[in-house]
């Protein structure tokens, strides 16, 4: 199942080329993408840091468009795993992004981003556009 990273959700906002093409071909083969909790926070984060109402709304809608996947039980000691694994190694990628690849991860998913620091995580793959 492919699980929309905040970047992928940015960038369809945006209307970034690759990112269209990207969610037009998940959308012609029939696959229904979701998202996480701490994309939709980040999302709203920055709608209401940018200070344009339009950009609440745009959120809204395009979060429409995806299934919510939750923090859970199953995503806490996943998130201790893969956090604790970066930092071992000195290689943290943000403990939102952290959790965001804990929640993929539990839900046996693969990430669509164009952020490259989510390949530091070994078990997960990476959709890229």
Do not use: W
């Not at 209307?15 to 269209?20: E, K, V």
């Not at 995503?75 to 000195?90: K, M, N, P, Q, S």
């Not at 690849?101 to 164009?114: F, Q, Y």
Request: charged share 25%; glycine share 6%.
């Amino acid at each position: 199942m492919p699980i929309a990273d905040t970047a992928f959700l940015v960038d369809l906002m945006k209307r970034d080329l690759g990112a269209l093409e990207r969610y037009s071909d998940f959308e012609q083969q029939g696959i229904a993408l979701s998202t996480t909790a701490i994309t939709a926070m980040e999302l709203y984060k920055g709608a209401y840091v940018s200070g344009n109402s339009n950009n609440l709304i745009k959120v809204k809608t395009i979060l429409e468009l995806f299934t919510l996947l939750p923090v859970d039980d199953n995503v806490y000691e996943a998130y201790g795993r893969i956090a604790a694994g970066l930092c071992i190694l000195g290689n943290p990628i943000g403990d939102f992004d952290e959790v965001i690849a804990a929640i993929t991860l539990c839900n046996d998913g693969e990430i669509v981003t164009r952020d490259r620091h989510f390949e530091k995580i070994p078990e997960l793959t990476v959709i890229r556009y």
